[in-house]
């Protein structure tokens, strides 16, 4: 007699339900591999190579085909007329051909040595052209009743094939890209920078969202109003924000200097924006003003959640508020503060948009991210963008060490 | 603390701090409001604020009393030249007198509220704390609400002023009512030379497109990763939330040279293929933590009754998560129509940009300040307007999905 174990293995019900599941993930797996994995994998790439933005448009070469003469009788004589150039001044382009249907009745008198009509077509052969190449080839006719009869024009567009060597996907690496950020004195400012603004932001947007939640934490007419008020900041366009601070703290015509002037908290208008190191504390400020309603929400979502029979029970015995906050409202809300920290922490180290439509990265603002786009875009030069992009990547990823190791799943996001 | 745990002594204390947020408070708004200049005057809404705040611990039944005495008098020390609030030569009387009437009624209310039950003598802690907790809960609701209102105010006072005007007084906010329409003709002009109608329209189907494609997607994956048993569920599961953390523009540059090899780039195509995939994550981790609340019980009856896994999806799942499904569209309309980086990096042709690549295209110096807002304020009004009404199941279904009690 067999002994009864239970079944081990996947059964063919469970695998059932596994592919189901794959089934139903596909798409977004697709997705995001397409767009988030691709792309992670080609700045990696991207990040050795030697590429400026200039690079981006692949060397081609263009072709101009025209009639020179009128082709008004038989025995005219006209010229066909082929201007090609190099459309990059630096590139070699091998192999260049060029083909074009040559028009029946037209009687070429005079054939360029690079090209053969033959067949009712024209070939021509250029070999390696050098970046910046441009010549004519110049093909004197007479004109016959068949090309008359046709029209008079050449027809169609002539094609033309050639091989570029392109940057992006031969073989060529560098390090230099990885040097040019790590050498330069800019990097550690910019890394400072970077974590002055993640610290700072991070902990004023909790404080501040801690402080909102705890106003908002009791019933009375007018909290719904109030609430969806302090949301706000989050919710409007950050670009439209961020031109009404720009707006609001300009150095001429801002609301906030008349005001200082005008309290006489300030002699002379302030270049909020514009001068070191006011113009960070600036963009940290308008980043915990932006982001303390998310905090909010959270830390009061959970505060709604705590027992209140606790809290009755304390006041029986005597505890003064205070007391009440910290002995029992704050270890419960411990949770949900560090994995906020957490969360916030990192995407304010991602973040790009507001700092980018403060200051633009001027008066010491540089973050990581508006680096990128600094080096990338402004100076043109995508592989230093793409050291730089690396580098916050290998950041982000101790960063969720982290995360994935404190964060506390049951009271995970 | 405990020295300061004296009716006499937490009374003015309280009160002359009071008073001072309340002046500041009140000669910031009468400044925006009216243009003029009023300004607080620290040493004199100190000595007043104590007088007051020892008034409240000594006399704590003449609440309604005080409100009217203490407008009355701070309308007479005001044309004296003693009242906390202080005018320039310019401010007109009216307004002067308002400022004072109102700083008198509510410092004088609120003194009391705030010194509620405490006595003259000796405090009890609890006292003392409750006294120093509306303290500052009022000068919570102050603060914040000032620091939410007054951006969003300037961008719409700006709006509806011209430049010229602004540079000459920057906190003149008033309105000349008798400009009639003509105070909306940034706006106009937005609409007939800057072509604002076609980014609206733009902005509001990219959205929504945005929003459907993500359910679409995230509706099957969340529900995968929140019912059916596979492996690799949990580390799925982690990879949605690390996914969400990578900063878009470490994404945007490969993007950008993707799209410009495969002439993506300007066109709206591009933007409704890439918007979405940005959105999928965060509603699917949204989704997934709201379809794990509902009772397994009611999908398996359905299961048992003979309907497929995809028809008890269909049929039991989704119409039970109608809310959730509200809320986590809303966000990802809101994301799609504030969205700036990638519309920014790959829009150039103006008859296809979004709302906020039109605003980041008004931020010349040859295009008035007042276009740049009424712009902004284009953008804003209608994503809070969507928001306000739709508030409850925003704030439900951004927490309620991930938050556990």
Known sequence: ?413 | MSALRFGYITGPLLGALWMFILATTISVGMSLVTGDPFKPYLWLSFFWGALLGYGAVQFPNARTVASGSVAVAFILLGFAGFAPIEVGETTSTFSSAFSWILLGTISAYTTYVIMFDCAVGALTRHEFEAAVIRFLTGLGYIFFTAIVLIPFFVMVMTSLKNQSELIQNPLDFSLDLSKGSDLFRSYIELFTDFNFGIYLWNSFYISVLTVFITLLFAVPGAYAVARLRFNGRAAFSRSILLIYMVPMIVLALPIYIGFSMAGLRNSILGIVMIYPVTTIPVALYMLQGYFRGLPAEVEEAGLMDGLSRLKVIWKITLPLSLPAMASVSLYVFMIAWNEFLLAFMLLDDPSKFTLTRGIASLNSSEIPRQHLMAGSVVATVPIMALFLGLERFMTKGLTAGSVKG
């Open chain 1, 1 to 413: 007699m067999t002994t009864m174990t239970p079944p081990t293995g996947t059964g063919p019900l469970a695998r059932r339900e596994a592919r189901l599941a794959w089934g139903l993930l596909f798409p977004t797996i697709a997705a995001v591999a397409l767009v988030v994995i691709l792309p992670l994998l080609a700045i990696f790439w991207i990040s050795f190579k030697p590429v400026g933005l200039a690079d981006l448009r692949p060397p081609e070469m263009v072709v101009r085909a025209d009639i020179r003469g009128d082709a008004e009788a038989v025995g005219d004589e006209i010229t066909v007329r082929y201007r090609i150039r190099n459309s990059n001044q630096d590139k070699t382009i091998s192999g260049v051909t060029l083909t074009q249907a040559w028009p029946a009745g037209l009687d070429p008198q005079e054939v360029d040595e690079r090209c053969e009509i033959s067949g009712g077509f024209i070939r021509c052969d250029f070999g390696d052209v050098e970046g910046g190449f441009r010549d004519q080839i110049r093909i004197p006719s007479i004109v016959g009743q068949d090309f008359l009869d046709s029209g008079g024009d050449l027809s169609g567009e002539p094609e033309v094939t050639g091989e570029a060597d392109n940057i992006l996907t031969n073989s060529e690496f560098t390090l230099e890209n990885f040097a040019k950020v790590f050498d330069s004195d800019e990097f550690w400012g910019v890394l400072g920078v970077t974590l002055f603004y993640t610290i700072f932001g991070t902990i004023g947007a909790l404080v501040f969202g801690l402080f909102a939640a705890l106003l908002l934490n009791k019933s009375f007419r007018g909290q719904g109003i109030l609430r969806g008020l302090y949301l706000f900041p989050y919710v409007a366009p950050v670009i439209a924000v961020a031109f009404a601070w720009i707006l609001l703290f300009d150095p001429f015509s801002g609301s906030a200097n008349a005001l200082l002037i005008q309290m006489g908290v300030t002699e002379s208008s302030i270049d909020f924006f514009g001068q070191r190191p006011l113009a960070l504390i600036m963009v940290t400020i308008f980043e915990i003003w932006r982001y303390f309603p998310l905090s909010f929400l959270f830390i009061l979502a959970r505060m709604q959640s705590i027992d209140t029979d606790m809290y009755e029970a304390a006041d029986m015995d005597g505890a003064s508020p205070f007391q009440i906050f910290w002995s029992l409202s704050m270890p419960q809300l411990l949770g949900i503060l560090s994995v906020l920290f957490l969360l916030r922490f990192i995407w304010t180290f991602n973040k790009f948009d507001d700092i980018f439509l403060l200051t633009g990265g001027n008066a010491g603002t540089r973050t990581l991210t508006v680096n990128v786009y600094e080096q990338a875009f402004a100076i043109g030069n995508i592989g230093a963008g793409a050291a730089v992009a690396v580098v916050i990547f290998c950041c982000l990823l101790i960063f969720s060490f982290f995360f994935f190791r404190y964060g506390n799943q049951e009271d995970g996001l």
